[in-house]
């Protein structure tokens, strides 16, 4: 489940994609992404390595928004199937993930 209020942003979902390797300034991180109408959303699962999940329990995903982009706000390149983001200061990298058609 996604903790994020999409009907109160205007927004729908045009791609998910979860378990994305996403390289912020030489940083990587394993996050989920959303592609909307009107952001690129990141979100992390805080279920994964819950102590629940090794005692036979199943804790099921829960998403809380790490970042959010607004799309008119990027600058894209694509370079071998990956999104590189210019945003602000930074650079994220989206491995495996050509973002142009999304935009």
Partial sequence: MYNYDFKENNE???LEKENSIIEIDGN???LSVLITNKN????KNVNIGNVLNTRGMYM???YLLEFKI???????KIEN???IIKY?????VIYNLDLKDFM
């Fill in 81 to 83: 199937n990956n999104s």
């Fill in 60 to 62: 099921p995903p829960e």
């Fill in 40 to 43: 690129i959303l990141f979100f």
């Fill in 28 to 30: 990587d991180y394993n």
């Fill in 70 to 76: 607004p799309k008119d706000q990027i600058k894209l």
């Fill in 12 to 14: 729908t979902t045009i």
């Fill in 88 to 92: 602000l200061d930074s650079e994220i």
